[in-house]
């Protein structure tokens, strides 16, 4: 127990997640307590117990720290009342008289930090900040491009490496798919994402003859159950086919 704090009647204590209540202090000044199961004891003198002043019973929790969000990089933002807090390196208050003024100007009038609960944080605020100095992985949203002597890096298999030009006669995409290593920039380097090549496809026309109509039996296989031939000659199922290439 603490020498500061000296436990009274009726208050809780606890310790390594112990809880118990002061029940009083006999006449030898040894202090009685009551665990949860309802017994009793005297405790033993040291300062590892703590009085908490907020509890109010058994099962009773101690609320969450608020989750605060830092609005100091965001100059542009209109500070909000009673929402937003500032401080000028003290204690935070309500923005007062700052209400309606951006955080750039509560700067330059002194005012060092800016905050509010996480709950009440503008949307486009909560968006990562992206650095133009932030490295951006290009393998996969890259891979049909060479990589850029001087620019580009990639991995060696203990770091990454500058590109040079003796290596950039593969491409991104070749490069890892034989040694299954990344390729990598500064976002400022960025190149856009190139469009999607279409993919050319065959496609088989399927007809059906009936003898005397032929017509596209769309989208049938012909061992399809629905495939239902209407004549067959000599024992076969007359089809004519067409393959075309279908760009897509």
Not at 174 to 183: D, N, Q, R, V
Not at 218 to 243: M, N
Request: charged share 30%; with cysteine; proline share 8%.
């Amino acid at each position: 127990m603490s020498e500061q704090k000296k436990p009274q009647a009726g208050e809780w204590w606890e310790y390594n997640g112990v809880r118990i209540r002061i029940v009083g202090t006999l006449l030898n000044g040894r202090v009685v307590c009551e665990y949860r199961d309802g017994k009793t004891a005297t405790l033993t003198q040291g300062d590892w117990w703590h009085h908490e002043p907020r509890c109010t019973s058994w099962d009773w929790q101690p609320e969450p720290e608020p989750e605060w969000f830092d609005l100091t990089p965001f100059d542009g933002h209109v500070l909000r009342t009673p929402i937003d807090h500032v401080s000028k390196g003290g204690r935070f208050s309500e923005v007062d008289g700052l209400s309606g003024a951006t955080v750039g100007f509560a700067k330059r009038n002194g005012y060092t930090q800016f905050r509010c609960l996480l709950k009440d944080a503008p949307p486009e605020l909560l968006k990562p900040v992206e650095s133009p100095d932030d490295w951006v992985d290009i393998t996969e949203t890259h891979s049909d491009m060479n990589p850029r002597v001087g620019v580009d890096w990639f991995w060696n298999g203990r770091e990454f490496e500058c590109q040079q030009a003796h290596d950039a006669n593969q491409t991104i995409g070749e490069f890892y798919e034989a040694t299954k290593w990344h390729h990598r920039c500064r976002r400022r380097d960025l190149p856009p994402i190139p469009e999607p090549k279409p993919s050319t496809q065959r496609e088989v026309l399927l007809y059906w003859y009936d003898g005397n109509v032929v017509g596209r039996y769309a989208d049938c296989q012909p061992t399809d159950q629905s495939f239902v031939p209407l004549i067959l000659r000599d024992g076969k199922v007359f089809i004519e086919t067409e393959t075309r290439e279908v760009v897509r």
